[in-house]
Structure formats: C-alpha cells, structure tokens
C-alpha cells in the first residue's frame, strides 16, 4: 500500500476499496459491520435478505484478510444472528485462527417488550499465523484477586489476563461526554484501546474497514499508530476528520507525566474498575495500582506511588 494512504479516511465500499491492493499493509484490522438489524445509517440499508448478507460478510471479509500482513491480527463485532456464521467463514473459508470469543457485556442494552434485553455484543478475536502475532500481555493486565482481597504471595506480580467477557465498558449513551452524536453505533473509546494496544505496535498500521464513528482510528492516532479508514459515507468521513483534529496533541501541563502517561493512567482506573478516590484513601490498593502502571508502561522508568497519586489528582482536577 502506497504511504500516502495512511492516516486517512477514504470514502467508498471497503470491498471495492480493498481489492485494489495486491499486497498486505494493515497489522490490525476492527470490524464492526452493520448487524442486519434495522439500524438507520446514512448510506447503508442494514435490512437485507439473509443469504446476502452472508455472502457480503464472506466477501468484505475476504478483502480483509487479503490486506492483513503475515503477522496480523483481525477482530470482528457482530450480533448474535450471525456471530456463527462470521466464525464458520473465518476459520472454514479463509483460514484463519480464532483466538479468543469475546462478549462485550455492556450497561444500557436495548430493552425488549417480549424477552431479555439484549446486552452484549460478540467480539472475535483471529489470527493469520497462530505462532507468530503480536499480543502484548503486560498492556492490558489488571491486578487480580489474590492480590487485591487475599493477599495472596502465589500471586503473579504482573497482574492477570482480563477475561473474556468484558464488563467495564459501557455503550456509549447520548448522554455521555464521549458521544459524538452523529452516528448510531458508536464504540467506547477504551475498547478500542484494549485491543489495539494489545494487538498491535506503535508505528503499526490500524484498519478499521466500517470506519462509521471513528473511534477506531482516533484511539489509533492517540496511542501512535498509523491507520486506515473507510466509509461509505461522505457525511461519517467528514465528522470523523473533525473528531481526529480534536484528538489532543498538547503538552502536559504535570512536569514529571507526559500525555500518553496520563492517558495510560485513566484507563487502567477504567479498566480496574476503581475511582481515583478509592485509590487515594487506601495505601494497599495505591501500590497495586502503581505497580500495575509500571507493568503497563513495561519498565520506560520506575514510577512511585507518589508521583501516580499526584498525576491523578492533577487529572482529575
């Protein structure tokens, strides 16, 4: 892929779009397609006959895999009609590997008049190479509870592995700050940055192949990577550049704590679940929680509790 796409957002189908390269350039790629629910989008009729939209699916997911380096990692959001069949085409038709199935249990899920609300949405998680991927551990652990509540010395110091059903991150209300209005499905920012972070380098290109919100390739300008969008939508493709202008650039105003420290700060709290408050009032769990930052931050300095404690106040301030 020629340089100059990246970093942008291109307008058009992401099946058109993508079949015109011959090589592979993206070392992550998010998908949150259209769930053939009825949702109202801009350009698109998300009401199609089944069997179409199952050939669809087999074919933009084909373009994907085509543009997904040797190396790369592929994750798919999908709803529960057709989560069996985005498996089935993964493993079955285009060989890839599936490392995790995900469910992202989510706050605010649609209510229903004639059965359970519906409250999470199926995040799979694959691989081209099932030996050779990048999934960088010490960026998305979390203290677990021997460390927390049992004090237990068996306990891995660097924190466990989230599980595969994710609590802490709620849907993206129209009453939240984060919510940018003009889109129906819009991802929380901190999802996005668990698998990113997770699944790709700095540098690493980013594709999100139903651009829709952008958070995607906002949280992938945020932690430096580099990214790719598509949208069919001329109306998604604008407001995303707008809200890729807005992502901050400015110097910290703490003198010992960059931007991304900080960054990386508030969203281990998201992550742990815990206020800065909680962390203030108990020693215990303030060492834990600067240990668990070190972790993160995979030793670029030492940081101490109080030098955390004090970027939290600042911060939340």
């Known amino acids: 892929m020629h340089k100059d796409f990246f970093d942008k957002i291109i ?32 350009k698109y009729k998300d009401n199609v006959q089944s069997d179409k939209y199952i050939e669809w699916t087999k074919e933009w997911m084909a373009a994907c895999k085509k543009v997904l380096n040797p190396s790369g990692s592929f994750y798919i959001a999908i709803g529960d009609e057709y989560a069996a069949d985005v498996k089935n085409i993964a493993e079955r038709e285009l060989g890839l590997f599936m490392r995790n199935w995900i469910i992202w249990h989510y706050t605010f899920g649609q209510q229903m008049k004639n059965k359970f609300a519906r409250s999470h949405t199926h995040i799979f998680y694959f691989v081209k190479d099932k030996t050779n991927f990048t999934f960088n551990d010490h960026k998305v652990r979390i203290p677990s509870d021997r460390q927390l509540i049992y004090n237990d010395k068996r306990a891995n110091s660097q924190g466990k592995m989230p599980d595969d059903v994710w609590n802490g991150y709620p849907r993206v209300c129209g009453t939240f700050k984060e919510r940018a209005g003009w889109h129906p499905c819009q991802m929380p920012e901190s999802l996005l940055r668990r698998i990113i972070s997770a699944s790709s380098n700095p540098g690493d290109c980013v594709l999100d192949s139903f651009n829709g919100s952008g958070t995607t ?36 105003l703490n003198l010992f704590f960059e931007p991304a420290e900080l960054s990386e700060l508030k969203h281990l709290l998201v992550d742990m679940q815990i206020s800065t408050d909680e962390i203030k009032k108990d020693k215990k769990l303030m060492n834990l929680f ?9 030793g670029k300095k030492q940081y101490s509790a109080e030098s955390v404690c004090t970027a939290l106040e600042e911060s939340a301030g």
Do not use: H, W
């Open 11 to 42: 307008c058009g189908d992401c099946i058109k779009v993508l079949n015109k390269f011959d090589k592979p350039f993206a070392d992550l790629i998010f998908a949150d397609p259209p769930f053939n629910i009825g949702y109202k989008y801009d």
């Open 217 to 252: 390739v906002v949280v992938a300008k945020q932690l430096g990577r580099k990214y790719v969008g598509i949208d069919i939508s001329k109306e998604y493709v604008r407001n995303t550049e707008k809200r890729l202008c807005n992502v901050e650039n400015k110097k910290s």
């Open 290 to 298: 600067t240990n668990q930052f070190n972790v993160r931050m995979n």
